[in-house]
Nanobody, 124 residues
């Protein structure tokens, strides 16, 4: 299994942009699909987006579609979540997760490895 570490979270104003990173180590990152999830205070963890191991396929939750973009650099063992036009409702702890056999990409149990999370706070 790979180990994941997220970074890049901070406090920003509505309308700002942020890029989160998910750095992997200890495994063949290029063979892992990556999902991004978030959890707001008092709410359940929710799916944000997915990128396949090759980077060819990306999927996004409706709430972030058109604002967020997921990419990956397998030579750097890192996945990215570019977040534009941030809204206060995007405030949450953001997690990246990795799994080799992911069928239902929006289900957190499909992923084997998780990072510790990074806090994103968007104020109005």
């Amino acid at each position: 299994q790979v180990q994941l570490v997220e970074s890049g979270g901070e406090s920003v104003q509505a309308g700002d942009s942020l890029r989160l990173s998910c750095a992997a180590s200890g495994g063949a990152f290029k063979s892992y699909n990556v999902g991004w999830f978030r959890q707001a205070p008092g709410k359940e963890r929710e799916f944000v987006g997915f990128i396949s191991w090759s980077g060819v396929t990306t999927v996004y939750a409706d709430s972030v579609k058109g604002r967020f973009t997921i990419t990956r650099d397998n030579t750097e063992n890192t996945a990215y979540l570019q977040m534009n036009r941030l809204k206060p409702e995007d405030t949450a702890v953001y997690y990246c997760a990795a799994g080799q056999s992911v069928l239902e990409y929006y289900k957190d149990y499909e992923y084997d490895s998780w990072g510790q999370g990074t806090q994103v706070t968007v104020s109005s």
